[in-house]
């Protein structure tokens, strides 16, 4: 799956990112990146933003698995395969987020 077809997918969930209340970023490495703004209603989600409350380093691969339920959020930061830095708690609420 490509960025920009994790990012429709983003889009079309958007409303479940309802209550963030934060800037959160993916940053998948060289040079991609896809921005989750919480701050606003409905939450925007883009591949340009300003600096994060939380940025979450992880594959594109191991994101889509996040999405599909095939990767547990804990199981992810434990094994190394999801880092995050800055707000840890914005990263809780988000893995709750995304687990469907």
Avoid at 20 to 29: H, N, S
Avoid at 75 to 97: E, I, P
């Amino acid at each position: 799956m490509t960025l920009d077809q994790v990012e429709a997918q983003m889009r079309a969930r958007a409303i479940n990112f309802t209550g963030l209340g934060a800037l959160v970023k993916f940053d998948f490495g060289a040079g991609q990146a896809l921005f989750i703004n919480g701050r606003t209603t409905p939450p925007a989600i883009s591949q340009e933003g300003d600096t994060p409350d939380t940025t979450l380093t992880i594959s594109l691969e191991n994101l889509v698995k996040l999405a599909e339920g095939k990767l547990a959020p804990t199981l992810a930061f434990m094994t190394g395969k999801l880092k995050v830095s800055g707000n840890m708690g914005v990263a809780m609420k988000l893995a709750n987020m995304l687990e469907d």
